[in-house]
């Protein structure tokens, strides 16, 4: 076994990821949230299918499209939830992330992700 390299260890976890996995804290909270008029929305208000922003923390070596700190948009039915140093985070596959909104993005590129 070899031992991990300084950017396995650079975001301060104690685990190095594998594949294709992406772990990633959520933002704010799944309780109350507050509509951009500033309305409260009740945890139980009943809505449609909603997706979730987190923001990478961990990338594994396969992952082609997300780097740490991008924001990424996933579906809070399909995660695997884990607890690090006190702290939860959600592990996803890279498959399983939607959309990545990212300040890197570059301009030549098509926008396809195959």
Not at 40 to 63: C, D, E, F, K, S
């Amino acid at each position: 076994m070899t031992a991990p390299s300084p950017s396995d260890t650079d975001n301060g976890l104690p685990i190095r990821l594998l594949h294709d996995r992406v772990l990633v804290r959520l933002e704010g909270s799944e309780g109350e949230r507050r509509s951009a008029a500033g309305i409260v929305i009740p945890a139980t208000a009943a809505i449609g299918h909603r997706l979730a922003w987190a923001t990478a923390v961990g990338v594994g070596p396969n992952v082609r499209s997300i780097v740490n700190g991008d924001r990424v948009l996933f579906d809070p039915d399909d995660r695997s939830e884990v607890e690090l140093h006190g702290e939860a985070y959600v592990l996803l596959r890279e498959r399983d992330v939607h959309a990545v909104a990212a300040r890197r993005v570059e301009n030549d590129g098509t926008g396809l992700y195959l």
